[in-house]
Structure formats: C-alpha cells, structure tokens
C-alpha cells in the first residue's frame, strides 16, 4: 500500500458527495488545490472569509502518555474552530498537514483521523485537503481552517470600549486540572478509570475541548460585541490581547470568575489555588470579549438559551492598556503570564507557548 | 524580546496596508483569524476560492547543507503558489507555521522569513497569518496559500480527453540535479563559488524554484486546457496522477522532453542518464497539462509571447489508466516512480515522499 492509497484509506468515504457540497466543496481532496464557494445558508447574504492555523507539535504540546492519537485529531481541529469562533464566523473547510514519523502506524493514523473527522462532524467542517510527510521522530499535525462571517461583522481583539462589559462564555482551568492529573497518573489511565474519577471532566476538557462557533456568531449578529478572542494561552494572556490590541484598561473581578465544582475540588485537594489554572491555565476554548454594558443582559440571556453559558466577569475602562484583577480589597495588575501550561507543567520554559501571528 | 515582539519583527512592516488591502485583506496579521476578500480585478466576476497546503521538513525535504533558511521561506511558499498555478488559479493570501527548534535562532527566523516575503512579492501574494511553535529538534514548515479563479473554470486533473496533446510548461530535472550537486559538494558552497559554475542554474532552479501562476491562468482562461498538474514529484509521477484521475492513456515521447543543456552536460559528466531527472526527479514545479490538440499552437504561442516556455511532449490516448515511454523504436510502460529526490539522493526510502491529499 503506498502513501497515497494511505491516504485515501484515512479520508476517503468520510463526509459524502453531498455533505461536502452543502458546505460549498466543488472540489475536495485529490487535487492540487480544493475548490470552495460559500456554504449554503450564505446565498445572496456578501460574505468575508476568515483563514486561521493552529499547529500540535508532539513533545511541546501533547505528548501520547496524556492524549490518545484520536484525541490528537479532535483538538488540532477543535483550535482552529475555535479561532473561527473568536472572530463570530462560521467554520467552513479544513485542510491538514501531518508530518509523521515512522512510529506512527497506518493503523495509529487512521485513529488520528477518527477524530479529526468526529471535530468535523459535531462542526460540521469538510475537510478538502492537506499534505502528509514523514518526520524524522515527533508528529506535527497543522491544521488551517476557513470560515465565514457576513461582510464587515467579523468580531476584531482591538474593539473594546470603556464602559464594555467584559465576559466568558464558560468555566475556566478545566484544561489545565484535566493535563495536570493526567500528568500526575502513573501511566495513561483507561477510559473507565477516569470515567469513574471526578477528573473524568477534567480530562475531557483537556482532550477534548468544546469550541463555540455558535456562540461567537450570536455574539457578532447582536453588533454590540466589540471585542472577541477565544481562551486559548489562559484567560490573563487573553486579557491582556484584549487591552492592548483595543488600547484600553481592563478590570477582572476574582468573585465573578467562574470555577467549575470538579476543577476547584481537584486544585484543592492537591495543594494549588485554583485560580491559577483559571488565569493561567489556557486552552479552554471558550470565548472572552467585551460588549456593551447596556446588552449583557440579554446577550447573555440568549446565549443561555441556546445552552452556552456567560459570566461577566470585568469591565472595560479607559487608560493605559493593561489589565487588573480586583480582589475585592482592591485592584493589583494582573501579570500577563500566557505560559503554555504544558510546558510549563513539564518544566520547560514559555518559548513553548504557541503564538498566533 | 517574547515570542509575540519576535514574530511583529519578522513580519510588521513587510508588506505595507495599502498592497495588503488591494488583495482583499481586511484584517491580517494579529488576530485570531485573517478576513479577507477577493483580491482587486476580480470584482463583479463570480469566484471560486483554491485551497492548498504543502509542508517542508528539516532532513526530510531538506537540510542546511543544501537550503539557506531565506531558501527554505522561498521554496515552502512557492511550492504552495505551484499548487495554485496548476489549478488555473491566481494566488491570493498564505499562512504560515513554523515549528523550530531552540537552534534557529530569532536570526535565522528572521532569514527564513525574508526567503517568504522575497516570494510572496514576487507573486503578489498577502501573508495573513500562521503560528510560531517551539519543536524539539528539527524545523518544520507548512504554508497554506488562497487562490481565486473565476467560478467553473478550475482546472482538475481529471479532465484530460483522448486526442489532447500533453505539454509541459519548462525543463525537467534541474532541480534534481541542483540537489545532487549540493549533496556531492564537500560543503555548502557559497553563493559566488556557484555562480561562477555551471551548477549555478541547478542550484538556483532547487533552491529558488519558479512556479508559473500566469501559466495557469491564461491555460485556464483558453478552456481547452483540460487537465492540469505541476511536477512537483517528477515528471513520471505527474502524468501518472493526470492518467489515472482522468481515466487515458498518456504517451510520452522521449524525444520531445525538454532538457536543458547545462543539466544535460551535468548529468553525463556524473555519469548519469539525464532521462532519469528529467522523470524521476521532482520539484522542478513547471506546469504539466493537456489541452485540445487543435489549440496546442496557438496556446504554445501565447505562453511563449509571455516568456513562458511551452513544450508537446506527447499525446492523450484512450485505453487503460497508465503512462507510456515512446523512444523512437516503440513504447514502453513507463514507471509511476515518484520518489521523493531528496529521500533517495540520501538512500531513505521512498515513504518520505510529499503527498498531497
């Protein structure tokens, strides 16, 4: 079986003819280039496209004692929907590059691909082309997304307004407890062991994160979200994207930060305050922004209904662009950090951390 | 200096806003997406967007004895406006990722970047983003790259009909030659040692390949180009990939299979058949297609009064899925090879080949 027969076993079968073409592939893997137009639903509606890349380096950001190689799949995809989410689009088409080393069995890629193609179902993305090499000893997924937004709606970092509500739309830390027990296990658990664990979520979240496309599209339709990005270097470093790129002050108020039960429980029990992981954790995926003090309310009210949580958790001043954390006894400035929590919790340093540009 | 001000270094600047936003960028670098549209010209005009990806992997594709960092940028961009080029299409935007090790300094990075920039100009093509990741010990590099072409007029490589004649838009081989020389050199040698050899033009031709978007497009724009490739894994493998995805007979007839001189005189004084670069050797990222025999005159005429070369190199036949070698006395099978050069000039296996999906 040659590389390409390979590939044609990985991918071929996965999304039928008209899935694909619904999603606007006019041509999909096998070619040079993929053909695409808007997916349906967009017709007549002029429609801006949104391009992102996101890369999984083995060793500097999952390694195969904490994730499985479906897992792997699932959230190389899963971080590019999410940068589509931060800008309020809608995911449309992915293309993957994977360089493998022969360690990497035909069989141990073709899990890689059950779950990259699980993401693109529950998102509803065609996948339409890629590239796959060999490497020389750790695996490189990279995986470029496009999406699309009505023209002139897409949600920017640098909107935000004195007066602005900050929000998240869900809990943070989970990741970062999730990797930390992982890491903390004496060998990769099964699935039923943790399962039966309370850091049975925890490890969920780390493996498989929950982007939310919906959620940044209700956001960008209301037009009073001014400011989005998704929480993927930790909720402090995303902040601070916020304030500087919107030239703004941004207070976080540690009371209206919210903890998962689970997440809490699990960073007490082992002696860490969970509020690190909360700020510094990274890779949740949900989405922080600002929006107008005047529509929280019910921005927040129709998020809920469609199932995806909002917390407010700061405001947006004016004044030098930074960003505070208000304890309830008062403000301190709160340190950027934006480590990458894997590196950090192998002992690395932050060069590891994975930079959009 | 962080990760974030490294990456503004090796990119701010580079491309000023008014060149952006004539191809379409309404947001660029420093987001968690680019928004883009169209680029200019092609407005009113229904298009189709072109999607390519393609990845370069330290010791896999190359290695710093045979590339410069500044080569490395050129080549990973110009192999994906290749994939443009052989759809018919006219490149737009790329994103690019990169994964170095500690090794690569921020010089360095800022060398590779030049080589992407220096082809992004040439080719007009608008860099909107990537990612910058740490990897453990070898450099990986993907690039995505945009293209437009007007709606339909896509060229697949399934296209080619009976009675098309086949062409190629260049000499075959350099590339494969350019690298043998590199790798026989005792070190790497510098630029004027090069230039002063005859090798010079092989060097160049793998270094710094030319792909031929405007090629494609007024191909493209004949419509009766009906398949289309670029030879990115020899000349063999190609006209295999358009036989099989086309369902014909392709022949080749040795005699009109472009060499080029220095190449020729380099091959013979290495002892080598010039016939095996010319089929077997990859990268040359000319444009090999087929097109209505009764059209092949005049489209070679209107490439060559835009100094493109246009070569027949044989015919399009009905029968069985295959390729065929004419050399004067008769035909005979000609093998798909398709090995990846650089892998065999190292005696590594053929799995380390390049495949697009």
Chains 1, 2 share one sequence.
């Not at 090499?133 to 023209?151: F, K, N, R």
């Not at 699935?191 to 959620?215: C, K, N, T």
Request: hydrophobic fraction near 40%; proline fraction near 6%; charge should be negative.
């Amino acid at each position: 079986m040659d590389e390409f027969e390979r590939i044609r076993r990985w991918t071929s079968g996965r999304q039928s003819p008209q899935w694909l073409s619904a999603r606007g592939v006019r041509l999909g893997i096998g070619d040079d280039a993929a053909v695409v137009e808007p997916p349906q639903g967009a017709d007549g509606e002029p429609v801006q496209w949104l391009l992102a890349v996101d890369t999984m380096v083995e060793t500097v950001h999952f390694n195969w004692r904490t994730m499985s190689e479906a897992d792997v799949g699932y959230k190389a995809l899963a971080a590019n929907i999410s940068d589509i989410a931060a800008m309020g689009g809608q995911p449309a088409h992915a293309l993957v590059s994977i360089s493998a080393p022969a360690a990497c069995t035909a069989e141990r890629m073709t899990s890689l691909y059950d779950g990259l193609y699980a993401c693109a179902a529950r998102y509803g993305v065609a996948i339409v082309g890629g590239d796959t090499t060999s490497a020389p000893e750790h695996l490189v997924i990279s995986v470029t997304v496009t999406g699309t937004v009505p023209a002139g709606r897409a949600v920017p970092r640098s909107g935000a307004k004195p007066g602005d509500a900050v929000f998240v739309t869900g809990p943070l830390g989970l990741s970062a407890a999730g990797l930390h027990y992982l890491l903390a296990a004496p060998a990769r658990p099964g699935a039923a062991a943790i399962e039966a664990d309370e850091a049975g979520s925890l490890v969920q979240a780390h493996r498989r994160p929950v982007p939310s496309p919906e959620g940044g599209r209700l956001l960008a339709e209301r037009g009073t979200c001014h400011a989005l990005n998704d929480v993927s270097d930790g909720a402090a470093s995303e902040a601070w994207e916020l304030a500087e790129a919107s030239g703004v002050s941004i207070v976080l108020e540690e009371a209206r930060l919210p903890l998962s039960g689970s997440m809490a429980r699990y960073a007490r029990r082992q002696g860490r305050d969970p509020l690190d992981w909360v700020l510094y954790g990274g890779e949740d995926y949900v989405l922080m922004g600002t929006i107008a003090a005047d529509d929280a309310e019910q921005a927040g009210a129709a998020l809920r209904a469609r199932g995806i949580p909002f917390y407010r958790i700061g405001v947006v001043e004016s004044g030098p662009s930074g960003v505070w954390l208000d304890r309830g006894g008062g403000r301190a400035p709160l340190a950027k950090g934006g480590y990458n929590h894997f590196a950090s919790a192998t002992g690395e340093s932050d060069d590891d951390s994975n930079d959009e540009i």
